[in-house]
C-alpha cells in the first residue's frame, strides 16, 4: 500500500567542494575525504588579504574549494557576456545545478509540460559577488530595476530559474538562514501533497567571495580557530563555512511509482516553526524549538523515536550548539523510548564546512544518497565524544565507519535536523522506498526491446564529442536498449545530434567509437533539414508479406500501427476490395492498410508530415486516405488489377510504378519546397534532401530504426513518450550534460 504523504526524490545535482557531481560527492563521504584546503601567503594576496591580516596568530588559513566558480555556460541559457559576467556566481551556478537535476529526473521535458514549482534560496551579501566585486567594478545604474539588482537580488533567484528553463509553477524565493534550503523542501512538499503542483524543485546556492581567503577566528565563537570542523567531538572547536550549491527533485510517491522514475529516498514529513523569544538572543537555538518541530515530524511520519536509526545533525560543532542539538533529540525520543545508543548520528559539515543557505540541501543529499546505496558514511574529525553530550547515557552513538546500514525496522528511516540564525527550525522523516509489489518498476521489455536507436545531442559539436566520451566512460552498466531508453527520455534535443541504432549486443566502446566515427564526417548543413514539416511520398516497390506485417504488430513500440491497421481492415473500402474478384485484389488491400497504418505509426511517434502523396500502389493508399468515394475507387482499382495482373504476379518494382494510368486524380501533390521521405528508394532523381524508408526488398523495423536516425540527426524531435510504452525500462542516473564553461568576471578585460 502507497502512502500518500510520501514524497520521493526522484533527481538530484550538486556541486561541493572536491566534488563537481553526486557521484564524487559520494565518493568522498565513503572515504572519509576532508574538503578544506591551506592557504599559501601567495594566495591570501591575491584574494586581497594583506600580509599583516593573515599574520595575526588568530587569522585561519583554510577555506572550501569550489571549483569554477567564475566559469559559466552562458550560450546554453541564452545568457548575453556582458549580463554573465555581471551575473551573481550564486545564480549562474545554480541554474546548471538544476538543469542537472531535472536530467537526473528524466524531467527536462515533463517538468514544462506540467505544473512545475520552484523553491530556491541563496547565500548572504556580506561574502557575495554584489558586495565583493559588482559594486566596485560597475558603474552603471544600480537602483531598483536595474541590471545589477536583477543579477544578483536573491528576490530573482528562483524567478530566474522559472523563466529560464520554462517552468509555470509557483516560484519562490525562501529565506530563513540556515534552515532556509530544507524550508525550500517543506513547502515543495506542501504544495506536492496539495496537488498546487506536480513537480517540485527545490534548491540552494551559497557561494563565498573571494575564494581563497580564510579567516579571522576572534571575530566570532562560531568560527573554529584550527580551521576543522569536529562535529560532536572533544575537541570541537567551532565551524568553518563554505561554499556550494545543490538541487533536488521531487514528486508525489504514487506518481514517481507510475511514471517508473529513480527514486533515491521518500521524505516521510517535514516539521517547520519557529523558537519564537523563548531563548537567551536572537542568533541562539532553543532546546524546546528544536524538540518540538522533531516531535511533530515523527508524529506526522506515522512512525516512532526507536524506528529511527539515523539522524543527520546540523552539527555546527560549536561549544553551545551541538550539546543543545542533543539536548532536544533526547527530548524528542525520550516520548517514545528509553533505548541506549541504537541510532547513529552525523553531520556532513566536517566533510565540507558550513554551507549556510544550502546546508540543509547538502544533508539532504547525503541522506538520500546513503538511503540509495545502503551504507552509513563515517562523520571525520571525531576522536571522542564531546562530555557535555553524555552520548553514552542517550538514544545515539557517531556513525563512524563505512558500513552496511542496516534498518532496526524492516524498513531504513532517519531524521534530518536543520536550523537558522533567527530562530527557524526544520525536522524531516526520511526513508527507504519499499520493495515493489509487483514488477510495475522493473525493465519489463528489456527482451522484447533488442534493438532500439540512441540520441545523444549538445549546442556543439565539441561538446557533443565530449558528452558521448562522458557517457561512454562514466555511465553506468547496462543494456543498451536500456541505456537507449535513459538518454532519449531524459536528455534534451539540443541542435548537434548524434543518432545510432544500436543492439543490446553493442558495447558502450563500440557504440562511442561508431558515434565518434560518425560524428566526424556529418556535414553541418544537413542539421536541420527535418525539423519542419515534410512530404511522405508512398512508393511501395513490393507487396508486403505476412513475416513482415508480423514484425511490426509484434513490436510493443508500434502499437498504434496494430491499432490502425485493425481498424483499416473494417473500413467500407478495405472489405469490398478484400471480397473482389480481380486478381491479387487481397495482396492490394493489406498493401493500401499496411501504408497508411505505417504513415500513421510515424505520426505517432511526432514525425511531421504535411502531406501524403502515393506513387504506383502507393495511389490507391493516398486515395483511400482521401475518401474517394468506394465504388470509384474500387472499380478504378480493380480495372488496373486487371489490365497488369501479368505484370503484378511478378512484384517487380518497376510494374508498381507503371500503375496509375488509369487515373483518378490525386487531391494533394508533394510540396517542392520541402524534403520528402519515400517508401522505397525512387528509382530515379536527386535524394540531396530527401530520405528513403526500405533499403532492402523485405521491410523490417531496422528500417524505421534507420529512419529515426536521419531524422533525429536532421533535427526532428521525437515524441518519446508515444514511442516507448510506459515504463518500458528502469530509470538510472546517468552522465551530465558537459556545459561549456568559459569565464565571466567583472574586471576581466574583454
Known amino acids: 500500500m502507497i502512502a500518500t504523504d510520501d514524497i520521493a526524490i526522484v533527481g538530484l545535482a550538486c556541486r561541493f567542494p572536491e566534488a563537481s557531481s553526486p557521484s564524487q560527492f559520494w565518493k568522498n563521504l565513503a572515504q572519509g575525504r576532508e574538503s578544506i584546503e591551506r592557504l599559501s601567503d601567495t594566495q591570501l594576496i591575491d584574494a586581497g588579504v594583506s600580509a599583516e591580516e593573515f599574520a595575526q596568530q588568530s587569522y585561519v588559513r583554510a577555506h572550501t574549494p569550489l571549483a569554477d566558480v567564475d566559469k559559466f555556460d552562458a550560450r546554453f541559457f541564452g545568457i548575453p557576456e556582458t549580463e554573465a559576467k555581471l551575473m551573481d556566481p550564486q545564480q549562474r551556478i545554480l541554474l546548471e545545478i538544476v538543469y542537472q537535476a531535472l536530467e537526473d529526473a528524466g524531467a527536462l521535458t515533463t517538468a514544462q509540460t506540467n505544473e512545475t514549482g520552484v523553491y530556491a534560496t541563496g547565500g548572504g551579501i556580506t561574502r557575495s559577488y554584489l558586495y565583493q566585486e559588482a559594486t566596485k567594478r560597475y558603474k552603471g545604474n544600480s537602483d531598483t530595476g536595474s541590471l545589477l539588482q536583477l543579477l544578483n537580488d536573491k528576490d530573482f533567484l528562483a524567478t530566474r530559474l522559472s523563466y529560464k528553463l520554462n517552468l509555470q509553477g509557483p516560484s519562490l524565493s525562501v529565506q530563513t538562514a540556515c534552515s532556509s534550503s530544507m524550508v525550500a523542501v517543506h513547502l515543495a512538499r506542501s504544495a506536492l501533497l496539495s496537488k498546487e503542483i506536480d513537480i517540485a524543485i527545490a534548491a540552494a546556492s551559497c557561494i563565498r567571495l573571494p575564494q581563497e581567503r580564510g579567516y579571522d577566528a576572534s571575530e566570532s565563537l562560531i568560527y573554529s580557530p584550527s580551521g576543522h570542523c569536529r562535529t560532536f567531538s572533544e575537541n570541537a ?47 541562539a537555538s532553543s532546546v524546546p524549538g528544536q524538540a518540538k518541530a522533531m516531535v511533530k515530524a515523527i508524529a506526522s511520519a506515522a512512525i516512532t523515536a526507536d524506528k529511527l536509526s ?8 560549536t561549544k553551545i550548539g551541538d550539546p543543545l542539538e542533543i539536548r532536544s533529540l533526547e527530548k524528542a525520543f525520550s516520548l517514545d523510548t528509553d533505548k541506549k545508543q541504537f541510532c547513529h548520528i552525523g553531520s556532513v559539515k566536517p566533510n565540507i564546512g558550513h554551507l ?62 536543520c536550523l537558522g540564525v533567527g530562530g527557524t527550525n526544520v ?41 558521448i566520451q562522458k557517457m561512454a566512460e562514466n555511465g ?33 566502446a563500440q557504440w ?25 511520398i508512398c512508393n511501395p516497390g513490393h507487396f508486403i508479406d505476412h513475416l513482415q506485417l508480423t514484425e511490426l504488430t509484434n513490436d510493443i513500440r508500434c502499437k498504434h500501427f496494430t491499432k490502425i491497421y485493425n481498424q483499416l481492415i473494417h473500413s467500407p473500402h478495405i472489405v469490398a476490395l478484400m471480397s473482389s474478384s480481380a486478381p491479387l485484389a487481397t495482396n492490394i488491400a493489406h498493401q493500401c492498410m499496411f501504408e497508411l497504418a505505417l504513415f500513421e505509426q510515424l505520426k505517432h511517434w511526432g514525425v511531421k508530415f504535411e502531406t501524403f502523396v502515393g506513387e504506383g500502389v502507393g495511389r490507391y493508399a493516398q486515395l483511400l486516405l482521401e475518401e474517394t468515394p468506394l465504388e470509384h475507387w474500387l472499380g478504378t482499382l480493380e480495372k488496373e488489377l486487371t489490365i497488369y495482373e501479368h505484370d503484378l504476379s511478378q512484384a517487380h518494382y518497376a510494374c508498381f510504378a507503371q ?92
Not at 539522524?311 to 560543532?317: L, V
Not at 522493473?442 to 549546442?459: E, F, G, R, T
Not at 543518432?499 to 543490446?504: E, L, R
Open 237 to 283: 572547536d567551532g565551524t568553518i563555512f563554505g561554499s556550494g550549491s545543490g538541487a533536488v527533485v521531487l514528486k508525489r510517491y504514487q506518481d514517481a511509482i507510475s511514471d517508473g522514475d529513480n527514486i533515491y529516498a521518500l521524505i516521510k514529513s517535514t516539521a517547520v516553526n519557529n523558537d519564537g523569544a523563548s531563548k537567551f538572543g536572537f542568533t
Open 310 to 317: 539515523y539522524i543527520e545533525c546540523h552539527g555546527t560543532a
Open 356 to 417: 549556510e543557505q544550502a546546508a540543509g540541501i547538502a544533508g539532504l543529499i547525503k541522506l538520500a544518497l546513503m538511503i540509495k546505496h545502503r551504507q552509513l558514511v563515517p562523520t571525520i574529525n571525531f576522536t571522542a565524544p564531546n562530555p557535555k553530550l553524555k552520548l553514552a547515557q542517550s538514544p545515539f552513538k557517531m556513525a563512524l565507519d563505512y558500513e552496511v546500514w542496516e534498518p532496526t525496522q524492516q524498513r531504513l528511516y532517519a531524521g534530518l535536523n
Open 427 to 467: 525536522f524531516a522523516i526520511i526513508s527507504d522506498a519499499p520493495e515493489p509489489e509487483s514488477s510495475t518498476s522493473s525493465d519489463n521489455y528489456i527482451k522484447q526491446i533488442n534493438q532500439d536507436v540512441l540520441c545523444l545531442s549538445a549546442k556543439t559539436k565539441n561538446q557533443l564529442v565530449e558528452y
Open 476 to 508: 553506468p552498466y547496462l543494456p543498451m536498449c536500456t541505456l537507449a531508453y535513459n538518454i532519449n527520455t531524459s536528455r534534451a534535443h539540443l541542435p548537434i545530434r548524434s543518432a545510432t541504432v544500436i543492439t543490446n549486443n553493442t558495447s558502450l
Open 512 to 536: 562511442c567509437q561508431q558515434a565518434l566515427a560518425a560524428l566526424e564526417t556529418t556535414t553541418p548543413n544537413r542539421r536541420a533539414t527535418f525539423d519542419n514539416h515534410l512530404n511522405y
Open 659 to 750: 500503375m496509375g494510368e488509369v487515373a483518378i486524380e490525386q487531391h494533394v501533390h508533394a510540396n517542392d519546397n520541402m524534403p520528402s521521405i519515400y517508401r522505397c528508394k525512387p528509382s530515379s532523381g536527386s535524394l540531396t534532401d530527401n530520405i528513403y524508408i526500405s533499403h532492402n526488398e523485405k521491410f523490417e523495423i531496422t528500417d524505421l530504426l534507420s529512419l529515426l536516425t536521419i531524422l533525429l540527426e536532421g533535427g526532428a524531435r521525437i515524441s518519446w513518450q508515444n514511442y516507448y510504452p510506459p515504463k518500458a525500462f528502469k530509470k538510472h542516473s546517468l552522465p551530465n550534460y558537459p556545459f561549456d564553461k568559459k569565464r565571466y568576471w567583472l574586471g576581466d578585460e574583454d
